[in-house]
């Protein structure tokens, strides 16, 4: 799961679910793009020059670029159940494992302690809270 980069907490699913949809939409734009010059392209080869075609190369390269943005975006066809995160967790188990064959501990960190209080903060709790003796 994603965290947010502002405050560390874990992302929700609705933001998960929207920061891929975003990022299906600007491969759709790129594709459609891509489509668009490949015709503009085309057009400029047949006009200027009809006997020597060029516009494949400038497409070849973009083209390139798509299928790397696509793959970014839906993975390998056929690699992406291999990818997954219950795989991820199997492999780092066998790390774990080889690791610990070769004498290191491999036992989980120690939770980091909170930082001791500021006077400030002591005092603005102390206010929050109250006693019996305020009651009327």
Not at 98 to 109: F, Q, T
């Amino acid at each position: 799961m994603g965290r947010n980069r502002k405050n560390k907490e874990p992302l929700t699913a609705y933001e998960i679910a929207k920061k891929r949809v975003e990022e299906k939409k600007k491969f759709y734009q790129h594709l459609s793009t891509y489509v668009v010059m490949s015709i503009f392209f085309y057009m400029i080869n047949y006009l200027s020059n009809p006997g020597h075609w060029w516009f494949y190369w400038p497409m070849l390269g973009w083209g390139v670029g798509l299928a790397f943005h696509y793959v970014n975006l839906f993975g390998i066809p056929g690699i992406v159940e291999e990818m997954s995160p219950e795989w991820e967790e199997k492999q780092i188990q066998a790390e774990l494992r080889r690791l610990e064959k070769k004498g290191m501990d491999i036992s989980p960190p120690a939770p980091k302690e909170e930082p001791p209080l500021e006077l400030k903060e002591i005092e603005k709790r102390r206010r929050e809270t109250w006693d019996d003796n305020e009651l009327v």
